[in-house]
């Protein structure tokens, strides 16, 4: 027990750094993600299909590639040649990388809506952004939770592939007490905060799911 204690401060730091991660990534690539859903929706064919494209190009690459490039990559991009730090670059592949998915979970919510409440919309006079925001969007966020929160519990876990980039997050701290102390340990411990943030997340959904379930009734 002395010996998690006393490794407690150095697991605790790391668990900021998985956190600061989850919660930029999360503000960032949901509204991302809805405002792509819409334009993969919308009637401009060549707006539609860039982001056709977008979405399958990152949903269809390992997310570690895509840290690996926006971080060494990047840089050797012709015009653009950025290098940026470690977390920005992590924060910019993980927001890219998760908007995509959210926007395939959205577009399904919102195509879920049936065609009448459009029309019904429309004829009390009520313009697009209207209909969307009073009518389809509450119904949608009550469809999608289900799907998002599974992303969600996801983007938890995946904060760990950061270490790639060398930096102190949960894992990556951990592992270099392991091999510090030669004790497994740390891994147990690790694992432990992990499923507690998993666990408040899985509560956290749960209350939003029977929150919107109450408008069924």
């Not at 919308?42 to 977008?54: D, E, I, M, N, P």
């Not at 653009?80 to 910019?92: C, K, S, Y």
């Not at 995946?158 to 980039?165: G, R």
């Not at 270099?176 to 740390?186: G, K, S, Y």
Request: glycine letters at 6%; a positive charge.
């Amino acid at each position: 027990m002395d010996y998690i204690i006393g490794i407690l401060p150095l697991l605790l730091e790391g668990t900021v750094i998985t956190l600061q991660m989850f919660f930029i990534t999360i503000v960032l690539s949901l509204p991302l993600g809805l405002l792509l859903a819409l334009a993969r929706i919308s009637r401009f064919k060549t707006l539609s299909g860039a982001v056709g494209v977008y979405i399958w190009l990152f949903r269809g690459t390992p997310l570690m590639l895509q840290l690996l490039f926006v971080y060494f990559g990047l840089p050797f991009v012709p015009y653009i040649g950025v290098r940026l730090p470690d977390f920005p670059a992590a924060v910019l592949a993980f927001v890219l990388n998760y908007a995509a998915y959210f926007a395939e979970i959205f577009r399904a919510g919102v195509q879920s809506i049936d065609r009448g409440q459009y029309e019904g919309a429309k004829a009390l006079g009520m313009t697009y952004v209207q209909t969307m925001r009073r009518i389809i969007l509450p119904q949608v966020v009550k469809r999608v939770l289900p799907p998002v929160s599974n992303e969600t519990i996801t983007l938890v876990k995946d904060t760990s592939l950061i270490y790639v980039l060398a930096m102190n997050d949960l894992l990556r701290t951990t592992r270099a007490i392991v091999q510090r102390d030669f004790n497994t340990t740390p891994f147990i411990v690790a694992a432990v905060f992990y499923l507690i943030m998993t666990l408040a997340l899985t509560w956290l959904f749960q209350k939003l799911e029977q929150r919107y379930a109450v408008y069924d009734e």
